[in-house]
């Protein structure tokens, strides 16, 4: 609320009379407890009245030579300035005409001489304390004013009549009428639901807010309209917009030339390995051993771009949000076995040796068994890649974790390892660990980051620990039942 | 000896897989063509057709469709093939009245493993 700490201090009189010892006197009586200000005439009292500071009540004597007290309560009433000081005149006229006079000019009271010191005293404190009041309502009043006025938005008030009986400055700026005009309108001239119409016809697109209020004018209901120009709101969004369908038919033109360059990518390739293939099978019938090895390297190649082209189009289609999940009741221990028995001539070519841990009672989970399968060949051809004479491990086992069933796939080995920067960028796009361990060991770089989106679609995750030269182990964790997330 | 009518318009798919089936004891007989085949079919009676979806003129899905509408043709399997690998082309290849799918690259073994499954059918 508005601090009034400035009423407490020591309230200014004004005493206006001609005759210096009545000015002795009465200040004499109030000196004690107000600050006193005295004036001989009435040309000086109104000089006085409009000075900085102003006083907070004026005692005025009426007859006065040049002008009476009667003319200078007029004029002090008259002037803005000077209009909300209380008078009261103190006066040796007592007719009762000179005091409904006085009163009806505008002073506060009046008060006939001789004077009673306890009358004048208490009725100058009444005074004072309505002025008090009357300056917290009036500065109240300034106070929600300026707030009404600084509002970014149109604030209209209107009767029951939906007539705008109040507005601030901004529903002036944004229809372009001024006050007076506004003050002539139905809202409905101005709002019609969320197209605002200005003054020169065009229209805007506004919010609308509206509550209704008593009157205090004429006792009935008000409403009170909130108006906000929402133009830059509504540009922004369409220019959103307008990007948003740039970026999905961008995104879409990739993806239709990802799938259409796979298709015809793969064609020609169809032919290099199937007759790579066919001129191994005949190098060995005819004899002619010798080629075999190149021939090998030719399909070799032709598969590595093959899982390239596969890698990139699962990628992109995971990314274009049109990656699909499958999901059927898959048994774990079936499936083990069957990733087992293709896995294991890859786990043997660099001599190492394949160990499955699988708990007995595992239950079965309902996910998408093509995608799990892909993860496990994934991590094991990467662990038989990156691993020579050791030992990798399969283990598989389901446990509760915070309320959820979840199933735990996990691939060890002691092979290479990797440094904690590899791990960091381990799961992105293209991201072997440099351009020579794919020359070295094969891949696309594009294995892993297809596997955590896999899992994530599942509504698991993958993580990975590992020590440089010591060995990895990826640990997959899936929910029980899947859950599809569709990944943008 | 199990008689195939392969149809393709790539010259290289087709010299490479016709020369693969033969070494593995099939007959072949080769459409270029949807056209071509839908003839072919009606007048070799093979046991079964290969069918690549994407052919200019007629692609392998229309032909599939009128093979599968002419009571001489009806009962041939037909497995159709596509470098497509989206598995939407798939179920558009069964839903357009093919037995069965499988990408290009083929995988021989694969592909032999269908021929005969449909075959047994």
Same mark, same amino acid.
């Given at each position: ?488 | ?62 032909? +599939?469709?009128? !093979?599968?509408?002419?009571? /001489?043709?009806?009962? %041939?399997?037909? *497995? $159709? ?21 499988? +990408?290009?690259? !083929?995988?021989?073994?694969? /592909?032999?493993?269908? %021929?005969?499954? *449909? $075959?047994?059918?």
């Amino acid at each position: 609320m508005i601090d009034k700490s400035d009423s407490l201090k020591k309230a200014t009189i004004l005493v206006v009379d001609d005759i210096a010892d009545n000015l002795t006197l009465v200040g004499g009586l109030l000196k004690t407890s107000y600050k006193i200000k005295v004036a001989s005439d009435g040309e000086k009292a109104i000089k006085i009245a409009q000075s900085i500071p102003q006083p907070d009540l004026i005692l005025l004597d009426i007859m006065m030579p040049d002008i009476d007290g009667y003319e200078v309560c007029q004029r002090l009433k008259a002037n803005q300035s000077t209009q909300h000081i209380p008078v009261i005149f103190l006066t040796a006229k007592s007719e009762i005409n000179d005091e409904t006079k006085g009163l009806e000019i505008g002073a506060v009271d009046y008060i006939t001489k001789p004077i009673s010191p306890p009358i004048l005293l208490s009725r100058i404190k009444t005074h004072l304390k309505v002025k008090q009041m009357q300056d917290i309502l009036h500065d109240q009043r300034a106070w929600f004013l300026s707030i009404i006025e600084s509002a970014p938005d149109a604030i209209l008030v209107t009767d029951e009549q939906n007539v705008v009986i109040l507005c601030n400055s901004q529903a002036e700026e944004i229809f372009g009428y001024n006050s007076n005009e506004l003050h002539s309108k139905n809202i409905n001239q101005l709002v019609l639901s969320d197209v605002g119409k200005r003054k020169d016809g065009s229209e805007f697109p506004v919010e609308v807010g509206l509550r209704k209020l008593p009157n205090l004018n004429d006792g009935g209901d008000c409403t009170c309209v909130l108006i906000h120009d929402i133009t830059e709101r509504k540009r922004v969004e369409n220019e959103i917009r307008a990007a948003k369908k740039l970026a999905e038919d961008a995104n879409q033109m990739k993806s239709d030339f990802l799938a259409n360059m796979s298709h015809e990518l793969r064609t020609p390739l169809n032919a290099i390995i199937g007759y790579s293939e066919m001129l191994q099978e005949e190098a060995e019938e005819f004899n002619q051993r010798q080629f075999i090895p190149d021939l090998q390297k030719i399909h070799g190649a032709g598969k590595h771009l093959l899982t390239l082209i596969n890698d990139i189009l699962d990628l992109s289609k995971i990314e274009a949000g049109k990656m699909e999940l499958f999901l059927e009741d898959v048994d774990l221990l079936k499936m083990v076995h069957e990733v087992e028995n293709i896995i294991f001539p890859m786990i043997e070519k660099n001599n190492n040796q394949l160990i499955v841990e699988r708990e007995t009672n595992l239950k079965s989970i309902y996910t998408d068994v093509i995608k799990i399968k892909q993860i496990l060949f994934n991590l094991l051809s990467n662990a038989a890649k990156f691993t020579h004479d050791g030992v990798i491990t399969l283990s598989v086992k389901d446990f509760i974790a915070s309320d959820k069933a979840v199933v735990q796939l996990s691939v060890s080995d002691n092979g290479i390892g990797l440094t904690q920067e590899q791990i960091s960028k381990l799961f992105g796009n293209f991201a072997q660990a440099d351009a020579s361990t794919t020359r070295k060991y094969g891949g696309t770089g594009l294995g892993l980051a297809i596997c955590r989106r896999f899992c994530q679609m599942m509504g698991g995750d993958i993580t990975v620990t590992s020590v440089i030269n010591e060995g990895s182990t990826f640990t997959v964790e899936l929910p029980l039942i899947a859950v599809h997330k569709l990944e943008r | 000896m199990v008689k195939v009518l392969l149809v393709d318009d790539d010259e290289l798919n087709r010299d490479m897989l016709s020369r693969r089936l033969v070494r593995n004891n099939y007959t072949v007989v080769i459409a270029v063509n949807g056209e071509e085949s839908i003839r072919m079919a009606e007048t070799n009676q093979p046991d079964i057709i290969l069918m690549d979806m994407n052919m200019p003129m007629m692609d392998g899905l229309e032909a +599939t469709r009128q !093979i599968k509408n002419n009571p /001489l043709t009806a009962n %041939i399997p037909i *497995l $159709i093939l596509s470098a497509h690998a989206m598995p939407s082309y798939a179920a558009k290849a069964i839903a357009g009245g093919g037995d069965d799918y499988d +990408t290009k690259p !083929i995988d021989l073994e694969r /592909l032999l493993g269908k %021929i005969q499954a *449909l $075959i047994k059918k």
